[in-house]
């Protein structure tokens, strides 16, 4: 009658003292996956240190060209654009598509005299930090020297809460370049105050916000929306997928799981075979 309430017993420890290297081995990854290799891979994906200090960049560069473009203003009654280029033959090769082209007129009218507050990240593709040669109008804010959206044609006579400087815009309608400042936007209006809009899954500025930057709100005319030179692709990055799987409850407990399974099978099978 012992005997036979001893064989339960002898099973159940042999299955513990098979089970418990597993356990242990399973929640041993699990704590190294929770304070090692997540923060590793949120550092890598995003980047929350790096977008802080872009946006701090971007906004403090914009502060500084808006100094520039309001001593611009006071000389000629408007922002570089085509009326000043009318105004004055001295800016007649500082016209063209892009924002680097129109922001050329503050150099030849010597407002600004380098060329690093015109970086911001993420505004053009093959971007870099100007190299600081300003010697010739052609070497002055090539392309991928300037990472602003212009608004031109403006004054100080239009709307004060209208834009002037955008930060990081894609080539494409009113979209932004989601994976620089986490989602964010940065404007630059006309009365020098700096706005963060939070963007929404179509990568534009979120409905409720959108009409205080584009809209009837202000003075914005879409025909003077001058991207940077050359402005990216409407193309998200693969990263951009990635983080929105990974920076879910979801996405966290499968990436424990495919990390902690594998050990936990090795366990299993030097301890219960």
Known sequence: MSADHQMPRTGFRKKMACW??????????????????????????????????????????????????FEFDQDYGFFPGDQTAEM?????????????????????????????NFYARGGSKGQYQPDGDVSTLDRTLQAGECGFAYVKNMNTSHDRSTPL????????????????????????RIDGSVKHYALDDNYEV???????????????????????KYPYAYKPSISKWIKRFLFTDAGLIILMLFISIPPAI????SSCQ
Not at 45 to 67: E, I, S, Y
Not at 88 to 116: A, I, R
Not at 266 to 269: D, E, H, P, T, V
Request: charged fraction near 20%.
């Open 88 to 116: 004055d033959e001295k800016f007649s090769e500082c016209v063209g598509d892009y924002s680097n082209d129109y922001l050329k007129q503050l150099f030849v009218n010597g407002n600004v005299t380098l060329e690093e």
């Open 20 to 69: 418990v290297p597993v356990l242990t081995v399973f929640l041993m990854v699990n704590v190294v996956v929770g304070f090692v290799v997540i923060p590793i891979v949120y550092g890598f994906f995003g980047g929350n240190l790096r977008w802080k200090v872009d946006l701090a960049t971007a906004t403090h560069n914009a502060k500084q060209l808006h100094l520039a473009l």
């Open 206 to 228: 979120v409905a409720s916000e959108k009409n205080n930057l584009f809209g009837p709100n202000t003075d914005f005319n879409p025909d003077h929306l001058c991207y940077a």
């Open 165 to 188: 400087l955008l930060a990081a815009m894609y080539g494409d309608g009113y979209k932004f370049n989601t994976d620089v400042y986490s989602r964010k936007a940065m404007t630059i």
């Open 266 to 269: 090795l366990a299993y099978r």
